[in-house]
């Protein structure tokens, strides 16, 4: 299985990014996509995170409302965070990661599969 993140990028307080994820090496029409962050000195957050079967998604309190979860309909197993409204405290690694929950996403659960992640930094 191979994760691979990209759209990391310096942005602007207030700005917007979108991070892009795509999964490949593995065959399931029902898994579920998370995105988490690791800020600097801090632990990981799960931010988002949407089953591939249904499209239901889940979100953060710290992220509602200003991140969007999404998969492409054209491009298999490809999965994108819209991030609007950013603020400094984004700054952070992101990663994709993938989990079989059974049709259910869960940010605080142990996921398989795991991306190399990409830099986002919120300048102030």
């Known amino acids: 299985v191979r994760i691979v993140e990209s759209g990391g990028n310096l942005v602007q307080a207030g700005g917007s990014l979108r991070l892009s994820c795509v999964a490949s090496?593995?065959?399931?029409?029902?898994?579920?996509t998370a995105w988490f962050r690791r800020a600097p000195g801090k632990g990981r957050e799960g931010i988002a995170c949407?089953?591939?079967?249904?499209?239901?998604?889940?979100y953060a309190d710290s992220v509602k409302g200003r991140f969007t979860i999404s998969s492409d309909d054209n491009a298999k197993n490809t999965v994108y965070l819209q991030m609007n409204a950013m603020e400094p405290e984004g700054t952070a690694v992101y990663y994709c990661a993938v989990g079989f929950f059974g049709g259910l996403c869960h940010l605080g659960a142990t996921h398989d599969h795991w991306g190399q992640g990409t830099q986002v930094t919120v300048s102030s």
């Open positions: 090496g593995f065959y399931s029409n029902n898994y579920a």
């Open positions: 949407i089953v591939s079967s249904d499209g239901s998604t889940h």
